[in-house]
């Protein structure tokens, strides 16, 4: 009988309560993966580190009381070896060169959706798996390259990046939030539309809704961007 490989145990790091939990319940749905805590701060992590055994962090890089990187520094210093996914919303490409030194295998740019966060999660565990000793380069190439995702992350259908940054940044830049309806007015775009993004990004954990009552006629939902490393 085949003998399951133990699961690969994850501490997610992430400064906004709402991200937190919903990257912790990500991670419990990719089989062979758990969630073995959280933290919002680096010095959280690091007490958790101290005292369970992690293979991989879920590492927000801005955080409130260091750096997502000079956390990675500081860990490696120590003597800790678990392998990082930097999950930022930085699109500075020096940062990501910078964090291929400090163990930082795969990057995850927010917002983003369960089935991004997954694919990577898959890979990285097809590299968990590559132990051993090669049998030539063609062995090596296969193990990195099982990190690389061979396209970008598919949005859900009708779903376009181009109009989801636009969409985030009018919701970021919002103040008190918006309706589907204000969303369409400031992007352009059908109030159809515009829902299907807000939905979007309330599924991703970077946004919430709630019910705006006026004098006439059905509350209309109200959306507003939830705190965090866009959110500063």
Excluded: C, N
Excluded at 57 to 62: I, K, R, V
Excluded at 90 to 97: I, K, M, S, Y
Excluded at 219 to 232: A, D, F, I, S
Aim: proline fraction near 6%; charged fraction near 25%.
């Amino acid at each position: 009988m085949t003998t399951q490989p133990p699961p690969i145990r994850v501490l997610v790091v992430e400064d906004d309560p709402v991200a937190a939990d919903a990257h912790v319940m990500y991670v419990g749905r990719v089989p062979g993966f758990v969630a073995v805590g959280k933290a919002h701060t680096g010095a959280e992590a690091r007490r958790l580190l101290d005292r369970t055994p992690v293979d991989l962090l879920l590492l927000d890089l801005h955080l409130p009381d260091v750096h997502g990187l000079q956390f990675a520094r500081s860990l490696r210093a120590a003597g800790h070896q678990a392998d990082v996914i930097a999950v930022t919303s930085a699109r500075d490409l020096t940062v990501v060169r910078e964090g291929v030194s400090l163990g930082v295998v795969q990057y995850v740019l927010k917002p983003f959706t369960f089935a991004t966060l997954r694919d990577r999660l898959v890979r990285y565990a097809e590299f968990h798996a590559a132990v051993g000793e090669a049998s030539g380069q063609d062995e090596v190439d296969r193990a990195l390259a099982s990190l690389r995702a061979p396209s970008p992350a598919a949005l859900p259908k009708g779903l376009s990046a181009p109009t989801l940054e636009r969409v985030t940044v009018a919701l970021r830049d919002s103040g008190e939030g918006l309706t589907a309806t204000g969303l369409a007015e400031v992007v352009g775009i059908s109030r159809i539309t515009a829902r299907r993004y807000l939905e979007h990004l309330v599924d991703a954990g970077r946004a919430a809704r709630a019910p705006q009552y006026g004098t006439v006629g059905r509350p209309e939902l109200q959306y507003r961007w939830v705190k965090g490393e866009l959110g500063r």
